[in-house]
């Protein structure tokens, strides 16, 4: 199976900054990755995909990039709705995994 | 508007059965590969099983493979997941979610399964 590993796993920050977050596939994915943000009680929100294709209704302060191995999820300016938990997740290769998760904290 | 709509989740002992339902409206149905995704409490995101449009393709995690059955209902746009041999690992929400290529575009809100003795 692909493992998946998310970086940091907890991050602190304030409204307006610009917040990078690391996802690094234990073998070659191309750029089959996915975003995923989750609030507390409720269902993962599809953000991104392909690695850096914006899903329809997203905000374009999200961006997305990277391939084969390494991808980032960026949030331009960070705005008090973003405060959540992202996951990348693969699709190269079932079974389809997801990272462990970032948490996003206000700082 | 899509929309996915997830019953059947409760409380269960070890070894006892359960079976989930996933209503769609807004899209058609019969055109897309559904999946079950679930979540421990306090955990990340497993992907749990897939079926294709048509129930020609269908594939478990190895964590569920012989004791989960996915099957889907075109005609009454619904999606199943049977779920035997409960164990306690098995206790999370568990989420239907459409496919977008591999990914997974619209989700319901869950279903709690808790399997305690």
């Known amino acids: 199976d692909i493992q998946m590993t998310q970086s940091p796993s907890t991050l602190s920050a304030s409204v307006g900054d610009r917040v990078t977050i690391t996802c690094r596939a234990s073998q070659n994915i191309s750029n089959w990755l996915a975003w995923y943000q989750q609030k507390p009680g409720k269902a993962p929100k599809f953000l991104m995909y392909?690695?850096?294709n914006l899903e329809s209704g997203v905000p374009s302060r999200f961006s997305g990039s990277g391939s084969g191995t390494e991808f980032t999820l960026t949030i331009s300016s960070l705005q008090p709705d973003d405060f959540a938990t992202y996951y990348c997740q693969q699709y190269k290769s079932s079974p389809y995994t997801f990272g462990q998760g970032t948490k996003v904290e206000v700082k | 508007e899509v929309h996915l709509v997830e019953s059947g989740g409760g409380l269960v002992k070890p070894g006892e059965s359960l079976r989930l339902a996933c209503a769609a409206s807004g899209f058609t149905f019969s055109g897309y590969s559904m999946n079950w995704v679930r979540q421990a409490p306090g955990k990340g995101l497993e992907w749990v099983s897939t079926i294709s449009s048509s129930s020609s393709h269908i594939y478990y995690a190895d964590s569920v493979k012989g004791r989960f059955t996915i099957s889907r209902d075109d005609a009454g746009n619904s999606l199943y997941l049977q779920l035997n041999s409960l164990r306690d690992e098995d206790t999370a929400v568990y989420y239907c979610?459409?496919?977008?290529?591999?990914?997974?575009?619209?989700w319901g809100q869950g279903s709690l399964v808790t399997v305690s003795s």
């Open positions: 392909k690695a850096s």
């Open positions: 979610a459409r496919s977008k290529g591999g990914a997974y575009d619209y």
